[in-house]
Structure formats: C-alpha cells, structure tokens
Nanobody
C-alpha cells in the first residue's frame, strides 16, 4: 500500500530553519506531483509547496512561504524535502506530505483536492 512518512519537525525559535523529509513507498512516484501541506489549530489545511517528480520538475509555492521555503527531491529514493528558512510563528502547524498518483496527475499551486495520499504529519512549532 502507498505510504508517506514525514520526519524533521520540531520546536524552534523564530528565524530558525528546519528541513522536512517525506519518504514514500508502495507505488511508482515517477512523473507525479508531490506536495507539502500544513494545518494550524483551528485553520483549514493549506498548500505549501509542490514539485513534479522528474528531473528539473517544476516547483510551486504558496505566496506566504515563497523565498523562505524550498521544495526539492532525490529521484533515486523518491524522497521529497522541504527546506524551511526564517521560520516565524505563523509557520506553526502540522506539516503533511501528499501525493497525486493519478494517471493524469498535475502539478500546480497545491490544492488538497488534487492529492489522494497523505502522510501522518510532522509537527512544527515556532515560538519565542
């Protein structure tokens, strides 16, 4: 079965950095879209970033994280990363890895409805 396992979350101070990892298994992840989402308490799940899983695959970012966060991939292992820099308290949330494995998978500004598979999430806390 498809599994997505996130890691790398933690508690940090404003201005710090974290790198999240997502290790997928159970399917072909080539030429699909992989995304990162987050959900803060009392808020809707929102898209953070997405990447097309091919060499040079396009990247997409929410405006709130653009220039601070970078999504990347290791095609040899299918691992997806999210480098988060200059974290602020508004970044506090559970971060989820997600996969669009449809035959006609697309990549764009990440939207919950585009993704079928989800990891369990990893907590990121940013506070003083």
């Amino acid at each position: 079965q498809v599994q997505l396992v996130e890691s790398g979350g933690g508690s940090v101070r404003p201005g710090a950095s974290l790198r999240l990892s997502c290790v997928p298994s159970g399917a072909s992840f080539s030429k699909k879209c992989m995304g990162w989402f987050r959900q803060a308490p009392g808020k809707e799940r929102e898209g953070v970033a997405a990447i097309w899983t091919a060499f040079g695959g396009a990247e997409y970012y929410a405006e709130s994280v653009r220039r601070r966060f970078t999504i990347s991939q290791d095609l040899a292992t299918n691992t997806i990363f999210l480098q988060m820099n200059r974290l602020n308290p508004d970044d506090t949330a559970v971060y989820y890895c997600a996969a669009d494995l449809r035959r006609g998978a697309i990549c764009r500004d990440p939207r919950v409805a585009d993704f079928q598979y989800w990891g369990q999430g990893t907590q990121v806390n940013v506070s003083s």
